[in-house]
């Protein structure tokens, strides 16, 4: 089983830039692909990127393609998302997943662990 704690999140103007940290911990870490996800009110939790925990292979929704990079800290055992050119529209709550699928996968219910979420907010 893995744990992982999202932090970063907050308060930004639209067009600025933020960074959400995902920290994870558990038993064999390196077999797990991660995932970032998002939620915003009314809406369905949508996936916007995943990585691989070994090798340099990332994946991303069309809807953040461009403005979202995800990346990782071996060393920290810590997943990043680097998000730029906010829009109002990407205010939701931001989950980080980890997943025992090395298909960088897309899909919900092929995630396993889940953090408990960071708030992000843009301002218009």
């Known amino acids: 089983q893995v744990q992982l704690v999202e932090s970063g999140g907050g308060l930004v103007q639209a067009g600025g830039s933020l960074s959400v940290s995902c920290a994870i911990s558990?038993?064999?870490?390196?077999?797990?692909?991660v995932g970032w996800f998002r939620q915003a009110p009314g809406k369905e939790r949508e996936f916007l990127s995943a990585?691989?925990?070994?090798?340099?292979?990332?994946s991303y929704a069309d809807s953040v393609k461009g403005r979202f990079t995800i990346s990782r800290d071996n060393s920290k055992n810590t997943v990043y998302l680097q998000m730029n050119s906010l829009g109002p529209e990407d205010t939701a709550v931001y989950y980080c997943?980890?997943?025992?699928?090395?298909?960088?996968?897309?899909?919900?219910?092929?995630?396993?662990?889940w953090g408990q979420g960071t708030q992000v907010t843009v301002s218009s």
């Open positions: 558990g038993r064999r870490i390196s077999s797990y692909t």
């Open positions: 997943a980890a997943s025992s699928r090395t298909s960088l996968t897309k899909t919900i219910n092929e995630y396993s662990a």
């Open positions: 990585i691989s925990w070994v090798g340099t292979r990332t």
